[in-house]
């Protein structure tokens, strides 16, 4: 469970996040949305540790953030992002092996059953059993992004921050690491994900967080958020509602108004008949 | 197969170092050896050869090939830049300029190397000073001061030499500049015992801050990681070991860079065993180098800097230019 108390973040002087008040339950998945620069990121990171806190409090489970060491955190909170690059040539198993960091001391080198056990049942989970020998540099997009997912569920965390699991992705891929997420918070983790696509977070999210400006304009479910009219204040573009057959709804947005049109081609001179 | 790789790592130390004795002015055989080594007092000469001349240098060589393998592994795992080398903190150029100068001054060549091991440790220090940010590092930061102040030494060293040609002083400065490890013995290798042990000590401490740092600074943080302190001693631990290598043997180029990539495709880049691998591969070669610079122009001797260059450039291409195809799985 994931709570959030009129918190505020400021990263490199400038002000991203004011008056933030939410919270995740336990066995919830909830999408982050809003535009670019929205603030999305940093409140991933912000209750992943990453960022301190201006004012407010984040409490993981109940326990105050504030008070935990890092590594304290990181058995409670786990943090999948896909950017950075490694030089190392690294596997599979290495990276998702590195998820068990917060259970050692700095000294306790040896790896422990409970280790090895939490690495194959994360491998297991985003479906890349038997291939922990693999390199990252050998995989596609979609495989990376269930690395990074594997080395989220390797910390074996209650709460679980995703940061735009689905960029780049087709939408086959995506649909599958949504799944997965999903599959997560139904077997208890909290899960908050942020997300570009509005209908992804529809389609899959029990409630959808939206951030405009470093402030939350609402935490509600789907349903409600796609049939007002505030996600088209917030992107700042019209949208059309598009209704399923299951009673749920989608979005297109699509501004009619501001086309720009092919040029014309240019037109083809007669030949003049040879005198 | 991993047993084998740690085995025959394992081995290759002694083995060099049992090479490098045999390598010397006077031809001695393993048992003559072996003999002063278990009974010091057997002969005057003998005792004098193995234990005043060959021994202090193969321990000296070991020490350096060690200490630059286990700085260069520590920065580039810190910094995640294959380039990254021990000098890349401005350690070495600013021992170059302050022995240069000190020369120039006519310091009494004794004091050279402590002149040397705190200039360094100054100069990391400074770049250290440029790149904090917050209460931490910034990773472009430092390789940008370093690059600078390395080039800023350099010029001082530059003008030293021009400043030198007149007397014998140029020498003296160019031959240190070259890496050598004449003239060293026991007494030397005790000034940089305890600084070199503590660097490897740090070493020993920053192997779990190293594995982590491996899925980036952002995703270390995440898995509950202080980044910052991490950087702190990771920096301290290469700057120690660094330095303790310039006093020992000058200016000793790709032992640092090479034997970490080198380490890597052996074991993997799991700090657990790729540290303990960097410290003897890194040992063993600079020993078989310095009992090569003793054999090739005896009784004068290859500065074994040039030795490792003519041998490191080609290898450091070769494996930069060849990246691993399969992945080497650790111990």
Known sequence: ?275 | MKTLRGLALLLAVPAAGAASMLVGGTPLSIGQILGQLAHPHQAAILNTIVWQLRLPRVCIAATVGASLALSGAMLQGMLRNPLADPYLTGVSAAAAAAIAVAVLAGVAVSALPVIGFVAGLGAALLVAAFARRGSGLDANRLILAGVSLSTLFAAIVTLAVVRAQSGDYASTIVAWLAGSMAGRGWHDLAIVAPYAIFGGLLALASFSALNALRIGDVRARAIGLDVDRAQWLILGGSSLLAASSVVLAGLVGFIGLIVPHLARRIVGSDARVLLPACVAIGAAPCMLADAICRAVVAPAELPIGVLLAFIGVPTFLYLYLHPVASRASPG
């Open chain 1, 1 to 275: 469970m994931i709570e959030l108390r009129d918190v505020a973040v400021s990263v490199a002087g400038r002000r991203l996040l004011s008056g933030i008040n939410a919270g995740v339950a336990t066995g919830e998945f909830v999408a982050l949305l809003g535009p670019n620069g929205a603030g999305k990121t940093t409140l991933l990171r912000a209750i992943a540790g990453l960022h301190g806190l201006d004012s407010g409090e984040i409490a993981l489970d109940g326990v105050p953030a504030a008070g935990l060491d890092p590594r304290e955190r990181a058995r409670r909170v786990a943090f999948v992002t896909g950017d950075e690059i490694t030089f190392d040539a690294l596997s599979i198993a290495d990276v998702v092996a590195i998820g068990r960091f917060p259970y050692h001391r700095w000294w306790e080198w040896q790896t422990r059953d409970s280790d090895a056990s939490a690495v194959a049942t994360a491998l297991a989970a985003v479906k890349l059993e038997g291939l922990g020998d693999r390199l990252l540099s050998t995989l596609s997009a979609g495989e990376r992004q269930r690395v990074w997912i594997a080395l989220g569920l390797a910390q074996q965390t209650p709460i679980l921050l995703v940061d735009e699991p689905t960029s780049h992705l087709d939408v086959r891929i995506a649909h599958e690491i949504l799944i997965l997420l999903q599959r997560q918070a139904r077997a208890g983790k909290s899960v908050l994900c942020a997300l570009h696509d509005v209908n992804e977070a529809a389609a899959y999210a029990d409630r959808i967080a939206l951030l405009s400006g470093g402030k939350l304009c609402a935490l509600e479910p789907p349903q409600s958020l796609l049939s007002g009219s505030l996600l088209e204040r917030v992107y700042d573009i019209p949208m059309e509602r598009i209704a399923l057959p299951d009673g749920g709804l989608r979005v297109l947005a699509y501004d009619a108004a501001v086309r720009v049109e092919r040029p014309a081609p240019p037109e083809r001179r007669s030949q003049a008949p040879n005198a």
